[in-house]
């Protein structure tokens, strides 16, 4: 088995720190975005893409996207759930699962994309629309901090993957300046709580 890492990257750190929460080890492999290796037909045969992370088991089958990762692992781990523990628990995992993507964590990558140097000769940036994605973010905060008033986690009473992709999201705001605003205290006393977890820097 070989995990197909980047060390910086928003996604491959979902997994990381959902493979340290359940105490799961799998030999990594860093594929080297500065050198473009993401881009060589070696690991466009891994994933077509040119994205990571990737998964390749011990047969050659390769997962890719990082919710089907946790997942595989999770139907071979469940404990502790962090897919959720019954019918109901799995649909808000899910459900909040799939908003903290597609509220925060994507446009806040469209944001770092369009705006940050770093990108700058990688791809055609669109300052206009990375500021509009920015936007869109602040205002959807709003949203996760209503929702998490009297809640420790975001979709059921433990850490699951939904709290991870949030986590993940908003950690890749420092790159942009996008952070939680202080009187979001919601949201502000749930991000000092998984951002202190020990799986946090994994
Ligand atoms: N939906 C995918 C997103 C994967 C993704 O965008 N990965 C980024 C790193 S965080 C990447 O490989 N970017 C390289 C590129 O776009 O050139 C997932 O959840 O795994």
């Not at 940050?116 to 869109?136: M, N, S, V, Y």
């Not at 949203?143 to 949030?166: C, N």
């Amino acid at each position: 088995m070989k995990f197909y890492d980047l060390a910086a990257g928003s996604n491959p750190r979902r997994v990381r720190i959902y493979l340290a929460e359940k105490g799961i080890e799998v030999p990594m492999h860093q594929v080297d975005m500065m050198k473009n290796e993401h881009g060589q037909p070696e690991y466009l045969k891994i994933n077509a893409l040119g994205k990571m992370p990737a998964l390749e088991l011990d047969d050659g089958t390769v997962i890719t996207e990082s919710v089907a990762i946790c997942r595989y692992f999770e139907e071979l781990n469940p404990e502790p759930p962090m897919f959720g523990r019954d019918a109901l628990e799995k649909a808000q995992v899910e459900m909040w699962n799939r908003r903290a993507e597609l509220e925060i964590a994507i446009p806040t990558a469209q944001c770092f994309q369009n705006t940050h140097e770093f990108w700058k000769d990688r791809l055609e940036q669109i300052p206009a629309w990375g500021e509009a994605c920015r936007t869109k973010v602040m205002k959807q905060m709003k949203v996760f901090d209503e929702h998490m008033e009297g809640r420790e986690f975001l979709a059921t009473g433990d850490y699951t993957v939904a709290d991870i992709s949030l986590q993940c999201g908003i950690l890749l705001g420092k790159a942009v300046g996008i952070r939680v605003p202080e009187e979001l205290k919601n949201l502000s006393t749930w991000w000092e709580r998984v951002s202190s977890r020990p799986t946090a820097r994994a």
